[in-house]
């Protein structure tokens, strides 16, 4: 992968006087003239696609005409491009409950509900490959977790009746449905994030990026639903 920093020198396809340097940092990809000035800046999050062939790399954005630039090193290119566009989101943001429960007793529960995406945000990042990045989020250990949560709440809930248990594991799956639904998305979007086709790389990042937002809001309200309906709490009284 490229160093943010790198500044590649090409040239605009159909006018091979017109030299450009070519940087990607900070969420821009910016254009810069021989003399210094600003040719063109494109947001990140304004790029469509970014294609590659022989010595030829091509922006296409959302917004204004697409960017076709020969560079002699535009293997090089075309990987800072696509990794600039393939960054992860801010996550944390979205888990309002995190930190601010409306009782200090459901911290322990928080933690424990919310470690796992917290752990493969950590693993994501540390993470340099594609691929390795997209399996940090692995939709099967998200589901073990999970399960593994709920078990526990019925395990150590105070109220042992078996009655009272199945009422219990009725509404936390009730609760946590929509979660798993995000997870299940998560997989679907991760297959192609992880070996995307050539001409829906960035694409495929960006559909995988919001299912993985998408995946961290869930997360937030089935939290806030284990909460209102009395189950959030029942996986600690064993404590």
């Not at 919001?210 to 996986?235: I, K, M, P």
């Amino acid at each position: 992968m490229a160093e943010p920093d790198t500044v590649f020198e090409a040239r605009i396809a159909g006018a091979p006087d017109f030299t450009v340097f070519v940087r990607a940092n900070g969420g821009l990809i910016v254009l810069t003239r021989a003399d210094g000035r600003e040719a063109r800046t494109i947001h990140v999050d304004d790029v469509r696609e970014v294609a590659h062939d022989g010595a030829r790399v091509t922006i296409t954005p959302a917004r204004g005409d697409v960017v076709g630039m020969v560079c002699d090193r535009a293997a090089a290119l075309d990987a800072a491009l696509v990794a600039a566009c393939s960054t992860l989101p801010e996550l944390t943001r979205a888990l309002h409950s995190l930190g601010s429960s409306r009782a200090s007793s459901d911290a322990a529960g928080q933690r424990e509900f919310f470690a796992p995406l917290l752990d493969a945000r950590r693993r994501a990042e540390e993470s340099v490959a594609r691929a390795d990045v997209v399996a940090a989020f692995d939709a099967d250990r998200l589901t073990r977790a999970l399960d593994g949560y709920l078990e526990a709440l019925i395990e150590h809930s105070a109220d042992k009746r078996p009655a009272a248990r199945r009422a219990l594991a009725a509404r936390a799956e009730d609760a946590t449905e929509p979660l798993r639904r995000a997870i299940e998305q998560l997989r679907r979007a991760g297959t192609n994030a992880a070996n995307p086709p050539a001409d829906a790389r960035v694409a495929s990042w960006r559909h995988w990026k919001s299912a993985l937002q998408e995946l961290f809001a869930a997360a937030d309200r089935c939290w806030g639903l284990l909460h209102e309906r009395g189950a959030a709490s029942a996986v600690r009284s064993g404590e």
